[in-house]
């Protein structure tokens, strides 16, 4: 799937570092959506952004800033991780607002894998 | 919240066999996607399904919300299904998408 690219698609880096993901979505999409794969755990998700605004923010630590500047673009800028957070960052989208009862279809990009040492 | 459960948890295939993965849920949802996971990571985006039934190949997908279940069928399985099958669900209300677990399927030659 083209429709949605993240990059890096690998990143190693240190407690200390800061560093940022970046997704692109090329499908006129208007929501987009940050989620967190862990080993062996299911996926969480982290944040949502629909029409540029986020609409939630599921208990992420302050460690994890997500910036949305238009429809197309998502970031997720990060400093002073942990090795616990070292996972495979899945960035999504979809069409917005929500369906009365519910999101639309979601498409997913290619993700970063992310080692914190 | 709601609980997704994906049954079985692993699944080893000889080529050309069928097989059927299943998804629970524990209340009623408006919106199921099945997502197949390859070894790269990239979710692939396999049937937007919250009722009835598609066909796309070899897979099919049925969704029958009225008692809270999907069933994804592969059929003549080849080694590049091999990978994780999620099943995610989406409650009524504006809530985003819920996953299970997976199903990691192996597909040998």
């Known amino acids: 799937e083209t429709g949605v690219t993240q990059t890096p698609r690998h990143l190693v880096m240190g407690m200390t570092n800061k560093k940022s993901l970046k997704c692109e979505q090329h499908?006129?999409?208007?929501?987009m959506y940050w989620y967190k794969q862990s080993a062996k755990k299911p996926l969480e998700l982290m944040f949502v952004?629909?029409?540029?605004?986020?609409?939630e923010n599921n208990s992420v630590p302050s460690r994890f800033s997500p910036e949305c500047p238009n429809s197309s673009h998502l970031f997720l800028h990060l400093h002073t991780l942990q090795p616990e957070d070292s996972a495979l960052y899945l960035c999504?989208?979809?069409?917005?607002?929500?369906?009365?009862?519910?999101?639309?279809?979601?498409?997913f990009g290619p993700g970063t894998r992310l080692t914190v040492l | 919240g709601i609980q997704v459960e994906q049954s079985p948890p692993d699944l080893i295939l000889q080529e050309g066999a069928n097989s059927t993965l299943r998804c629970n849920f524990s209340d009623s949802v408006n919106n199921l996607q099945w997502f197949h996971q390859n070894p790269w990571g990239q979710l692939i985006n396999l049937f937007y399904i919250p009722s009835g039934t598609k066909q796309n190949g070899r897979l099919s997908a049925t969704t029958v919300a009225t008692e809270r279940y999907s069933l994804l069928y592969i059929s003549s399985s080849q080694t590049t299904d091999s990978g994780v099958y999620f099943c995610?669900?989406?409650?009524?209300?504006?809530?985003?998408?819920?996953f299970g677990k997976g199903t990691r399927l192996s597909v040998i030659a």
């Open positions: 995610a669900v989406c409650q009524s209300g504006n809530t985003p998408l819920v």
């Open positions: 999504a989208s979809s069409q917005a607002p929500p369906l009365a009862g519910g999101y639309n279809e979601q498409f």
């Open positions: 499908l006129g999409h208007n929501a």
């Open positions: 952004y629909s029409l540029e605004e986020r609409v």
